[in-house]
Structures are given as C-alpha cells and as structure tokens.
C-alpha cells in the first residue's frame, strides 16, 4: 500500500514535471528534485539518509516557529554584517522575515538535520551535518546581495537607477526585498532555485533599470556582445556553476562582472577588485584587445593602485572634491559602453580612412561618465570627449593632476610664461585673455588661419576642423599611431602618454624627425624644418640647434601669445637647468606678434640675445638694428 | 502530445491510488488513540486518564450524540470559538474564521482544554467521575545540536496560527501551485464539503505504522505533503 501510494505521488510529481499547465507562470516546483531534497532520496551533496521525508526540513504541520511558513527549524540567532556600499540608498539591517529562515541553512551555523518536529513518534538522532561550499554564505552578508530593506517609490526616487517597485513580477515581503524575492527554494528547473532566468540579465533587470540620457544597458556591449572565452588563460565566468553558466558575454550579462553571493569581497557585487574585474575579459581572452597589458607600459593611466580609497562609483564622484585617482569607471560606464569607432580624428597610416568618430564627440566607448565642460562645471554626462579628460585634467582651481604635472617615470620639471597648468583653461576658448589654443574644445578659424605648416591630404587640414584629447594621448600601437593595438589612453610606451615620440628634453644635442613625431602627425616637417615656409626659421631652431618645439611652444594653449608660443622660463631635466629669460627691457622672455608670419622676440636662450629678433614673411631673425625698418 | 501525455500520467495516478485507498488498517486498539492505556504508553504527554473499560466510546456513542459537531455520533464536548487560525500573506484560499466541521472533533482533544475522559455518554448504566487529565506538553526529545521540541505535537492549544490550515476550501483554481481535487482524492485523502480538514490528512483510526502519526497516505519522501502542494 505504501508502495502504491509512494509510486502515485511519485509518478504524479513526474506528470507534473514534464506536462506544464498552461496557466502555471512559475518554474516547475519540484523540490525532490533539486539540492533542497535532503533526505535519503536526496542526490545533492547534503542529505540526511535517515530522514525519509522531505518537506520536514524546513515545513511542519504542527507547533511550528514561525507560525508562516510552517517552518520547522531552529534559528541560529546570528548576528550578521549586512551589505553596505557608498553608492547604496537601501537601508538593510539584519536579515528579518523569510530571509532568516533561509540562514538557518545558509549561515553555516545551525546543522541541516536540527528540525524541530522529527517524523514520526520517536525522537532520533540525525548528526549535525553542515552545509558548506558555495552555498554557504555565513554571518559575513557583506558580500552578498542586500536583503531585508524596504523597495517602495521612495527607495526608488533616491536611487535613480531601480525600476518601478510596483509593477514588478517579484515577490516583496511585506514591501521588503528578500531572498525569497529572487529565489524560490522549490523551483526545480530555474537554476540555482530562480524565480526567473538569471541569463541575459533577465532576473536582476526587473528592478535594475540602468540607462541614462544618452546610454542604455540594452544597448551596451556587455549586454550585446558574442564574445566568448577563448580558453586561455582564467575563464572569466569560471566562479559560475556548469549548470548555469552561460558561454557568451551577452547571456553570462550582469555576471560579466557581478556575482550576487559571496564575490571578491569588493565592493558592489563586483567579482574581482576594480579594474581586475575588467581584466576577467579584457586581456584577449574575450575581448579582442588585450588592455590589461596595457598597464604595465611606462606611462598610463594609473589604474592598478590597488585598492583605491580614493575611488568611489563614477557618477556619484564630485571631481572638484575627490581625491586624484584613476580606475577604469572613471573613464568608461560598464553599463553603458558599446563598441563603436575609434575616437581619432584620422587614421596617420590610413588618413582617407573614416572610420572614425569626429571630434569632440564622446561616443559610445565611453558614455555614460560624469566629467568637467569647458567651463568648469560638474556634468553626470558628459557629450564630449574632453569633459571626460577635463573630470581630472581641468578642475577649477587646480593644475593638471593637482601638481605641475603628473607623475611620471621621468621626473622633470617646466615652468612656463603664463603660469597656467589647468587643461581645461589650456583650451577655454570663451576666455578673452587666451591667446592660442589647440582645436579641443573649439576651434579658432582666425588662429587656423594661421597655421601654414599642417599637412595637406590629412583629415585635420581644414581651418574647421577639431582634434580629440587622443589624437595625441593614446596608445603608442594603437590607431592614433597608425597602428592595430588597442585604442584609448590606458597606456603607452611614449612620455607624456603620446601616441608617438615628442622629445621633452628641451636641449637633447640632436635632431631626429622623431623627436617631434607627434606634432608631425598634422604638422608637416617638410614645411617647418625643410622649406622655411613661415617666416620663422624653424630650422635653424630646431634642425640647426637642435632645440625642442618644448622650449617655445605650449602644446595645449597658451595665455602669453599666439601660436601657442609659451616660452620655458624654467626647465630641469635630466639633471640640467635650462631658462629662457628677458631681454632689454622685458623681464620676462616676450613676444610681439605683428600678424600672420610676422613678429618680434625680447629674450635670452641658447646663449643668444633676442633684443629683439624680427621676422617677417621674407626676413628672418634680423636682429635689432634691422628690425626697427622691418616690424616698426 | 501533451494532452496525451497528461491522460496517460492521470488515468495511471488514479489506477494506483485507488488501490491504495482500500487498504487503510483501521485497528483503532493497537495506536493511541485507544485511550485505555494512554498513562502507560506515554504518561509524560497524557497523564492519567480515567479508564472507562471501552475504546469507542471516548469519542462515539449509539445514542443521544453530540449533535452541534458534525462528527460521527460524537461523544464529546467541543469548543466552537476562541480559536486564532491560520494566516498567511501569501495563501490564496480562504479560511473560516474558526475552525468547523470534523475539526472540531479532533480538537476536543488536541486544543488541551477537556479532559480526555470526559465524554457526553458513559458506558454502562453507572457514572464514574472522570480525572479531567487533558492532553499536556512535553518535550519530545533533546540533544546537541537543539533538536526536538518542547512542545509536544498533538497538543495544539486554541493557537492554531503555527498549524497547518484548516477549514480550508480547496479550491486549485486560485492558486496553480496546489493539486486538482481529482488528483487529492484519488490519492487517498478527503475533502468534507470541500474543506480541508484534520480529516484530510489524518485518518484517526489508521493503524498502519508506516503511517504514524494517524496518516491516511505514509509521507515518506513527503508523499502525503505533496499530494496537495506542487512544491
């Protein structure tokens, strides 16, 4: 008989399992068949062979504590350490309601077999078995998901980035996120115990609505991508469980990056501690370019300070107030960046190419980053690729990176004319008092127009054209230099994190074309050092003297004169101090502009006293008793 | 396909459950609901009770029943109020808001508060005073790690929140996560004017060990529990 009845229910439960009702919105229910059978027909790592029931576990009948839902076992009177983040508005307190009564497994401390209310009569003895492994979450729920707080409009409003708590299709406790809100210990089919599918996103987007003006999650290419593991190396979703892991970026979604239970003890959820989540993939074995590498070349982007106290989640960051530090959401949003195309003003090995993104525009790589504009506010998105640079490079108030220049394997220092070290006031066109600046922010057609040296037959030799940040700082193999390596300024082998060679030695005693390979890429050399095509004898400057464009020339901007002429008033490198002083009866090292290709120098350089030197379109550095008739 | 699939899985359950059905082993004498020796089997959970030299009649008489229960002719006094029931944010079916019907039978006993003894009609023709012993609590076991409770089970007190709901009416409609009626009665269990009842699981004469404690379907591997519950 009792056979009879066990093969009933069993082959029930078997009709139930494979002829779903159309009305049923739920996995299957079939708690025999999951890890949550832990009696002895349980085929899980945890059972107790000599309990026969299954329910018991956790259900009784009678006498139950609490009452809802019948529950039969012992709380474990824990106290716990519940998550927290800078960037959480939630309140989580200690577990209460359902989620207690899944840490009377989960938290390791009460045995699986201790249930109040034994089957049968007779008390028996069923050991003090465990759990242990991954499900084993313990007292520490700092790393877990948050629990036990209240999701309502409130919440909501304060987030900025939760769906509407009241139409999703979870279930809340009592108006409370809980573990039962995303788990459902009896679903059989829906791993591990899911109310909805954890791929593509799918369960932890119903209240994660991340997307902003101009970015969505949808369309990021952590959400798009086909990418797979290519084997080598650590597979990135190697802490996923076979059963539920999923082969490619866009289904494995959120769990690129995040892990719900028990992550690397980093902050908000991340698997690994900040940028090392990032190299789960971008290191070649996912995505295509490997920009962990990157990193270790001798200038960059100094993300691997690791830990960073000084980092906080990007959009909450106030840049005028944060501590100078760099890590890769500073610059790219993992929600919202996509693939799109490099952000180069041409390709120099390639320059008809136009498979590019027009400057200043801030394209999908990195939408969805707070930063600086031009002047000097705070913005949560930014629409150009300089305000991205600017979050660090232009805060009001302060130099680039906060002191005279960042630091850099070489240590040098440069003092210039104007005084001026903040990029953003480097490149403020709307400041009257700003002589000269590269295209970055705005272009300048009457400073344009006189620019006779840039190339022909390049995409930026238009008086209307503008340039990014990284035409000039970007990788040193990658396509700002012409070449195929990854795009962006993570790092590069160039000072100063230039995609090609300038020579920051103002006086190295010799002249190569690559010492000023950089300025190159739109300046023809030929022009400027070959064909004496401006007044200017750049040649006997700089071919002849072997002195750098560094001595006259501020390559961002210049509040002293034009052509971006700002002199070195003080320069020590490698050892040696070099100055460019005044003459006669300029204190300072000047320059008079007197129009296009014409203009006078008062200073002392290079053993020689300009007082002054006059050039004009025909007659180059004529010394005073000539200039007086030339340039009255 | 699937409709085919579904006749075959159901015409199956009900062959096997109906042959289940008549086999219940009704020897009332052998468990404890034969009050007679109730202080022997288990003193600590009943105390001692007035032997009245019958087993019946503790809960049945032939004649001049108790007629405000709906129990077979019922030989005790019940409680018809003072009961909190069941409740749950998240149960879809109704419950009275006391107890009815044959439930009530059974907590005449299980609620603790009449004497196990006292019944309406004595045997014989002479009456002895009954001692009054109503069910009592007890622990029904200890140990390390804390299993057991101090509460002994069948002794449910007027507090029927921590207890299974009953008084129930079954209705799968309204909530796709229980089994059709059908299925449950085939199975072996009983619905009372379509409630669920004590009745439902419990069978109080069933003497079957395997179907301890008064199961009318041994709930091995929780057959019995998911009978009803798709879980």
């Not at chain 1, 519940?82 to 207690?100: D, F, H, I, N, W």
């Not at chain 1, 115990?193 to 791929?199: A, D, E, G, H």
């Not at chain 1, 086909?226 to 059963?243: F, H, L």
């Not at chain 1, 002047?375 to 690729?385: C, D, K, L, M, W």
């Amino acid at each position: 008989m009792n056979r009879n009845a066990a093969l009933a229910s069993a082959l029930m439960a078997l009709c139930i399992a494979v002829v779903p009702a159309g009305s049923r919105t739920f996995g299957a229910q079939n708690v025999e068949n999951t890890v949550h059978n832990l009696s002895a027909t349980g085929t899980g790592t945890f059972t107790v062979p000599a309990v026969g029931e299954i329910c018991v576990f956790c259900h009784t009948p009678h006498n139950a504590t609490p009452a809802t839902p019948l529950w039969n076992r012992y709380e474990g009177g824990q106290t716990y350490d519940p998550y927290q983040s800078t960037t959480l508005q939630a309140s989580p307190g200690q577990p209460t309601g359902k989620s207690r009564l899944c840490l009377s497994c989960h938290d390791g401390t009460v045995a699986l077999s201790a249930i109040r209310n034994q089957p049968g009569e007779t008390y028996a003895d069923f050991g003090s078995l465990f759990l242990s492994g991954r499900a084993l979450l313990g007292t520490y729920l700092r790393d877990d998901h948050p629990v036990s707080f209240t999701f309502d409009a409130s919440l909501r409003a304060a987030d900025g980035e939760l769906a509407d708590p009241a139409s999703i299709d979870l279930p809340l406790e009592s108006g409370q996120v809980q573990c039962t809100s995303c788990h459902d210990p009896h679903e059989a089919d829906i791993r591990p115990f899911l109310r909805k599918s954890s791929m593509s996103g799918e369960l932890c987007v119903t209240c994660h609505d991340r997307g902003g003006t101009s970015w969505s999650w949808t369309a990021c290419s952590h959400a798009t991508s086909s990418a797979t593991w290519n084997g080598s190396g650590t597979d990135p979703w190697g802490e996923r469980k076979a059963e539920w892991k999923a082969t490619t970026v866009a289904t494995n979604a959120c769990f690129n990056c995040h892990t719900p239970h028990t992550g690397g003890g980093s902050s908000r959820l991340q698997k690994k501690v900040e940028e090392q989540t990032c190299f789960l993939c971008h290191t070649g074995t996912v995505a295509s370019k490997n920009i962990q590498a990157e990193f270790s070349k001798s200038y960059r982007h100094p993300v691997t300070i690791t830990p960073n106290a000084s980092h906080d989640a990007m959009l909450s960051e106030n840049p005028t107030s944060m501590s100078l530090h760099a890590e890769c959401m500073d610059c790219h949003n993992p929600h919202a960046a996509k693939s799109d195309p490099y952000m180069i003003s041409f390709n120099p090995s390639n320059p008809s190419n136009t498979n590019h993104s027009i400057a200043p525009d801030a394209n999908g790589r990195i939408k969805g980053v707070g930063g600086i504009d031009i002047s000097g506010s705070v913005i949560s998105e930014i629409s150009r690729q300089y305000e991205l640079c600017l979050k660090c490079h232009g805060v009001p108030g302060s130099s680039s990176c906060g002191t005279q220049r960042c630091p850099t394997p070489r240590s040098y220092q440069m003092t210039r004319l104007d005084g001026v070290y903040n990029i953003r006031e480097k490149v403020d066109f709307g400041d009257a008092l700003l002589y000269s600046y590269h295209p970055l922010a705005a272009n300048n057609p009457s400073n344009n127009d006189e620019v006779p040296s840039l190339k022909t037959g390049i995409q930026l030799d238009k008086i209307t054209s503008m340039v990014y940040c990284t035409d000039c700082h970007n990788n040193n193999a990658g396509p700002a230099a012409g070449s195929t390596g990854p795009a962006g300024p993570h790092g590069s082998t160039r000072e100063g994190l230039l995609a090609l060679r300038y020579n920051f030695n103002p006086n190295p005693g010799s002249y190569q074309s690559s010492d000023a390979e950089i300025c190159y890429k739109c300046h023809s050399e030929d022009k400027l050092v070959n064909q004496e095509a401006s007044g200017f004898l750049h040649d006997r400057h700089v071919k002849n003297r072997e002195k750098m464009c560094v001595n006259c020339h501020d390559p961002h901007g210049s509040y002293a004169a034009p052509h971006l002429i700002n002199f070195l008033t003080n320069a020590w490198y490698g050892g040696t101090t070099y100055s460019i002083t005044g003459a006669g009866s300029y204190s300072q090292p000047t320059f008079i502009d007197y129009g296009k290709y014409r203009g006078k120098c008062f200073l002392r350089c290079h053993g020689e006293t300009h007082n002054p030197r006059c050039y004009t379109e025909t007659d180059s550095g004529k010394d005073a008793s000539e200039c007086a008739s030339l340039l009255p | 396909m699937k409709s085919k699939l579904s006749v075959v899985c159901l015409s199956a359950v009900v062959a096997l459950a109906t042959v289940s059905i008549a086999r219940a082993e009704d020897d009332v004498t052998s468990t404890k609901h034969n009050m007679r020796n109730l202080s022997s089997l288990d003193a600590t959970a009943y105390g001692s009770a007035t032997d009245h030299g019958e087993v019946c009649v503790y809960c049945h008489t032939p004649h001049n029943k108790n007629t405000s229960v709906e129990a077979p002719l019922w030989n005790r006094q019940v409680n018809t109020s003072g009961y909190t029931v069941y409740s749950s944010t998240t149960i879809d079916m109704t419950i009275d808001s006391q107890p009815t019907g044959v439930s009530l039978a059974c907590l005449s006993c299980h609620d603790g508060t009449i004497g196990l003894d006292v019944i309406v009609n004595q045997p014989g023709d002479t009456y002895s005073a009954p001692s009054g012993t109503t069910m009592r609590s007890g622990n029904k076991a200890g140990g390390t790690p804390p299993v057991g409770d101090a509460t002994f089970r069948p002794m449910l007190t007027q507090d029927l929140s921590d207890d299974h709901p009953v008084s129930v009416t079954y209705d799968p409609a309204i909530d796709v996560k229980f089994n059709s009626v059908a299925s449950i009665t085939s199975a072996g269990l009983r619905l009372f004017s379509g409630k669920v009842q004590c009745a439902t699981c419990h069978n109080p004469h069933e003497s079957d060990t395997a179907k301890k404690p008064f199961l009318r379907i041994a709930n091995g591997n929780s057959a019995l529990c998911k009978t009803c519950h798709i879980k």
